[in-house]
């Protein structure tokens, strides 16, 4: 194309191929999408395809980190939002975040249903983008006193695997029960958060 770099040429293909196989990925699943269907659907050759990504677990783990980024992001935007005290910022208004989220179906499928087959449960946890939110927020909570003082990173990587969890069961959830299972889950989260949750003061009688 005149007028165009061949870095930025680079960079429009890439972005095509990315939106292309998150699209299809997302209706399809995973098992059922084609590296044959990104190129015809992306408009690109197979070489452009190889030349970014190594196959298609590659550029479906390009997808997937982008898509749970996205959400973490959405989850801060949402603290930073929200007017109230620290634990209604990082706790209530954090874990609401989480479960819309997780309701999103292209969220589900990625993230949630095709990610840990994928890629294993290894990678999608380790390294996190949510987890490290959810260990900035921990050292927050701490720090100011709403919840006990104890080791941040075994913490957060427990609370973490539980979240992540969640999201899976409710991904995976009847769409009937949905709504329920939804609620179940948030109960659960917010009663696990609150149980590190420092005693009040008791006054002198």
């Known amino acids: 194309m005149p007028g165009v770099s061949k870095a930025e040429q680079s960079r429009k293909t890439q972005r095509v191929l990315l939106d292309t196989a998150r699209k299809l990925f997302a209706e399809k699943g995973y098992a059922d999408a084609s590296t044959e269907e990104i190129v015809q659907q992306a408009n690109v050759t197979r070489g452009a395809l190889y030349y970014h990504y190594r196959d298609k677990a590659d550029i479906f783990r390009a997808v997937f980190e982008e898509v749970r980024l996205e959400r973490v992001q959405l989850v801060m935007e949402s603290i930073q939002a929200t ?10 208004t954090g874990l609401g975040a989480f479960i819309e989220n997780v309701k999103d179906p292209v969220t589900q499928r990625i993230v949630y249903t095709d990610g840990p087959a994928v890629l294993g449960l290894a990678v999608v946890r380790d390294n996190a983008p949510g987890l490290i939110l959810l ?16 080791p941040v990173g075994p913490l957060s990587a427990i609370l973490w695997a539980g979240l992540f969890e969640a999201g899976m069961y409710i991904a995976q959830a009847d769409p009937d029960d949905a709504a329920q299972v939804q ?6 989260m917010l009663r696990m958060f609150s149980g590190l949750r420092t005693a009040p003061r008791q006054e002198a009688p």
């Open 83 to 92: 007017e109230g005290g620290i634990w209604q910022k990082f706790v209530e």
């Open 183 to 188: 609620e179940e889950a948030v109960d659960v």
């Open 135 to 150: 260990r900035n927020a921990i050292t927050h909570l701490m720090d100011t006193g709403e919840i006990e003082q104890m």
